[in-house]
């Protein structure tokens, strides 16, 4: 195979075709009813999870955050196979709910939780990961109200940050999360008022590749969660270590060394630190990103002013992150192939456009690629995660993409 960039394992060409789980891709194709659509593979998100699972110490909990991709039938899949989900609004508990996955194993971050959000949380039993004094206290009168006690947890805002992440979440003045010179004074008053105290949140990044940077961030974290549970006098059944495990999207783009990340783990659980506390990683785009492709068609082919535009029946409406318009610094080309040709040379180089009536709807620029006529079918792959739930489905009335399972 030479499509550009990484492409992940678990992809092979069979017959000059790209082919999935030993299966070409025309015959998924077949099977779900054409393109455009996002194909995820099952059996490489559980060999992702296994190996994380043979790579960390068995001390360490694994979470799935949902908003990498919320899709059901993925969710259904994962259920078994991790200790629990990470969610960022009501709207995705309900979601889990309706997947049958129990409140216990949930716990819900994000900004801006409005009340009728943290009533349901409380009411189904999820832990709120409190981002601010304000929601602290709103949560703790809807629980009066209710009579219930709300599970609760406090995400701090580190005072440190994830080196060379892909989207800075920590680390100076932030929306998320309670200062961390705040956090220990706010955890003790709401240990006071009777909370179903969880512990601490701490994320300080995303999308890294670097394993040093993620085992420094752990050791800082577990560093400062000690510190505040020493400073605020209580204990921690909890701590949600953030994740940042990044996925390399680019050529030259080497993958993290999970063996190093897991290492520096072990070290940790040996030394017994914080013992009776349930460490927790959450990751999402680690979990399910390589395990999804985005296959298009191409539409048209036209020349202008000597350079070569294929336009596909897909583009940023399913797929903005490929567009380089979801937080990337530098627009650079995600690993695409012609998928009836997956192993051929280059022969041309092109620009791969989106069907929709905008100059951001570009999928690649300059790609060198095997000669695609109209009608052929366009790999894109890293499309498991923040693919389908975090584009502009309605913009331009297109419509979705198809998600199948395979
Ligand atoms: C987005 C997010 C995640 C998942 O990030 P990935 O890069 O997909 O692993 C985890 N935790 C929190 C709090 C987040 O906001």
Redesign the pocket.
Known sequence: MKPLGPVPAGFAAVDGELALGGVKISEWLAEAGDTPIFLYSGDMIAKRIEALRTALPDRIELNY?V??NPWPPLLEFIEPLVDGF?I?SAGEWLLLDEAGIAARRTSF??PGKRDEELRTAIEAGVTL?CESAGEADRALAIGERLGRAPRLAI?VNPDFELRGS??K?SGGAKV?GVDADKAAGLARRVVDAGVDWQGF?I?AG??SLDADAISEAQRNTIDLARRLANEAGITLPKLNL?????IPYFAGDEPLDLYAVGEKLHEIAAADVLPGTRLVL??????V?QAGVYLTRVVDRKESQGETFLVIDGGLHHQLAASGNFGAVVKRNYPIAVAHRVDAEPEEVVNICGCLCTPLDRLATQAHLPRAEVGDPIAIFCAG??GATASPMHFLGHGPAREMLV
């Open positions: 955050a908003k990498a990470d960022a971050a994000g990961n995400r892909g989207m979440m998320f949140h994320f995303s999308q953030g994740g940042g495990f990044g959450e990751l999402g785009r680690y979990l990103g995660a923040y």
